[in-house]
């Protein structure tokens, strides 16, 4: 029995009674549409009021798309939705997370960087503000996860770092930045990324920390944040095997399962030892780590069963509603499992203001909106400002100006759209035109038409003749469905690495990925950016030149534990 009087709904007898009415009315085709949330549909190649009667879902998560499709196409399904809908994005770095024309305020690392929880505010209030404007109601974030394996490819600047009180203090900020704007807030993603250095889209990955260190780190974030009336947490596909070994003494290696198919892990640990009472949310559905565990027949039920809410995705939307549609009429699903999910998501959506007791939405948008992008956008300079970081300088060769190096050869590394819904954001033209407004003469590396002659031939001398620096940028984002955000060379004799670093000025900043010291240890000057849009470029070039101070401070280990990259 769900106790809807305690956190995180705080229900009156009123509203008790209006979720318990509303779940009992509904037949059973709409109990299991409730179930699903669904990726959102397009308007150009979808009858939306045809697929929102047929379906019937109990939210739709969009990707980035024009705001005013947007607004339209969310207005369009929530007025043929019987029930009201979560509508959610990945607000993860800024309202560009569901809108295409929107901030892109800043990655979590990069505010984790400014050590100010105020920024964290800011990001949430930018990101929820703009998705409000086109009827967004939820964030798939704050993201709580700790980044404690520098080669994990996917968590990475999408955290706010190593240390689990700032994460708390910096999520707790977000939250409330959410709330300001009428955003749900959903955690993510338990329990724990950020251990293991693959990524749950290709496997079932694994926190492997001991069942008392879990509960150290992350056990201590989930439980802050559930004693502050968290609404929501999104249930990944990693296995935590301590805690499912201490709460099943004796379960066999092969029994072990990942967060989205594991009663131990959420009826268990989530809601026994951590006494989380509000909505689960599986992440996406049609990745590999949820998949390769046992067949989708079996593994929607059993998610299901295991205590979890809610369904992310689909890979065939009839095959799935069918599989769960089965497994109720056979048993293996009971009714009374399906009303309990049901009656948390409407109740979520009573308690967090998407509809009232009348059963209707709340506070729908308006065609007539604002995203206030001029306003955003200097915020987030402003977090450029403060959190670029100066990892160090060795042969002080900062600040660099066109005086001392004229000439300057940039390589630009990883600066590619390829892999999975990357923030977006190529930096090559960018750098090039900023440091040719400074002055300095500058030539790019061609990775395509390599220079054979100076390849297999060519010394430093030939190398002084061309530049006076050497100007790295790698652009290497975390994105799913890949295995390494390492820095990859030319093949060929690693032809585009500054094997010169000790005779020619040499300097290197990664827009991403906080820990490419790993691969260029010896390099003299390194700088964290954390991202590549244009405001955080502009900060780096006016810290470079000597404009402007770094302050921006390291959220994790930037030299990876290694004595090397410290030299």
Same mark, same amino acid.
């Given at each position: 029995?769900i ?8 229900? $009156?007898?009123?509203?008790?009674r ?18 699903f949330? !669904? ?18 879902p ?14 339209r ?22 309202? $560009?997370?569901?809108?295409s024309?929107?901030?892109?305020f ?6 984790a ?8 505010? *800011? ?9 409000r ?53 959903v955690?993510?993603h338990?329990?724990?990324?950020? !251990?293991d *250095?693959?990524?749950?889209h ?8 001991? +069942?008392d ?12 944040l ?5 609404p ?23 029994d ?17 030892e ?6 689960t ?15 989708? +027949? ?36 009971p ?21 009232? =007791? ?5 506070? &729908? ?19 450029? +400002?403060k959190?670029?970081t ?11 100006? &066109? ?7 940039m390589?630009?590394?990883g600066d ?19 440091? *040719?407004? *400074? ?17 297999f ?12 620096l050497a ?9 799913? $469905? ?22 020619? &000025?040499?300097?290197?900043?990664s =827009? ?22 244009n ?6 070039i ?11 401070k390291?959220?994790?280990d &930037?030299f ?8």
């Amino acid at each position: 029995m769900i106790d809807l009087k305690a956190m995180p709904y705080n229900l $009156n007898d009123e509203q008790i009674r209006f979720v318990q009415d509303a779940v009992a009315g509904m037949e059973a085709e709409e109990k299991i549409g409730q179930l699903f949330f !669904v990726i959102g549909e397009d308007e150009d190649q979808t009858d939306l009021k045809q697929f929102v009667d047929k379906y019937r879902p109990g939210g739709i998560m969009y990707r980035p798309d024009k705001a005013g499709k947007l607004q339209r196409e969310v207005a369009t399904c929530q007025s043929e939705s019987k029930v009201p809908l979560f509508i959610a994005a990945n607000l993860e770095a800024g309202g $560009n997370g569901l809108v295409s024309e929107g901030t892109w305020f800043g990655r979590p690392m990069q505010v984790a960087a400014t050590a100010d929880p105020h920024q964290a505010y *800011e990001l949430g209030d930018v990101s929820g503000y703009e998705a409000r404007q086109v009827g967004g109601n939820m964030s798939f974030s704050p993201i709580v996860d700790l980044d404690l394996n520098f080669r994990n490819p996917i968590m990475n600047t999408r955290t706010f770092g190593s240390d689990e009180s700032t994460v708390i203090a910096m999520s707790d900020a977000e939250i409330d930045g959410f709330k300001a704007n009428d955003i749900i807030p959903v955690a993510k993603h338990f329990p724990g990324d950020g !251990v293991d *250095e693959r990524d749950q889209h290709l496997l079932s990955s694994i926190n492997s920390l001991s +069942a008392d260190d879990w509960m150290e780190s992350y056990g201590q974030i989930y439980h802050h944040l559930i004693e502050r009336g968290l609404p929501a947490v999104m249930i990944a596909h990693i296995m935590q095997p301590a805690w499912e070994r201490r709460l099943c003494p004796g379960i066999e290696d092969k029994d072990l399962r990942p967060a989205t198919t594991s009663k131990l892990l959420i009826d268990g640990l989530l809601r026994g030892e951590l006494k989380f009472n509000g909505l689960t949310i599986t992440d996406a559905t049609p990745m590999m780590g949820y998949n390769a565990i046992m067949p989708r +027949a079996k593994a929607l039920p059993t998610t299901i069963n295991a205590g979890i809410d809610m369904i992310l995705f689909n890979k065939d939307i009839d095959e799935d509603y069918g599989y769960i549609r089965a497994a109720v009429a056979d048993g293996t699903l009971p009714m009374s499992r399906v009303d309990e999910a049901v009656t948390r998501i409407v109740a979520t959506k009573v308690a967090q203001g998407v509809m009232g =007791t009348d059963g209707k939405l709340k506070n &729908p948008s308006s065609p007539d909106f604002d995203l206030k992008l001029e306003e955003h956008g200097k915020l987030s300079a402003d977090l450029a +400002a403060k959190s670029v970081t100066l990892v160090k300088d060795r042969d002080k060769i900062l600040p660099i100006t &066109p005086k001392k190096y004229p000439r300057v050869r940039m390589v630009v590394l990883g600066d590619t759209n390829d892999g999975g819904f990357k923030e977006g954001g190529l930096v090559t033209d960018k750098f090039k035109k900023k440091l *040719e407004d *400074e002055g300095f003469e500058v030539t790019l590396f061609d990775r395509k038409h390599l220079d054979f002659q100076e390849v297999f031939e060519g010394g430093v001398k030939e190398e002084e003749d061309r530049f006076d620096l050497a100007f790295y940028v790698a652009n290497v984002e975390t994105a799913s $469905n890949q295995t390494t955000t390492r820095l990859d060379w030319i093949h060929l004799m690693a032809a585009d690495a500054p094997w010169f670093m000790r005779s020619i &000025p040499t300097v290197f900043v990664s =827009t991403c990925n906080p820990y490419h010291l790993y691969d260029i240890p010896m390099v003299s000057t390194y700088v964290n950016a954390y991202a590549g849009n244009n405001v955080t470029i502009d900060a780096v070039i006016r810290k470079m030149t000597g404009k402007e101070e770094f302050i921006g401070k390291n959220p994790v280990d &930037p030299f990876c534990g290694h004595f090397e990259t410290r030299l």
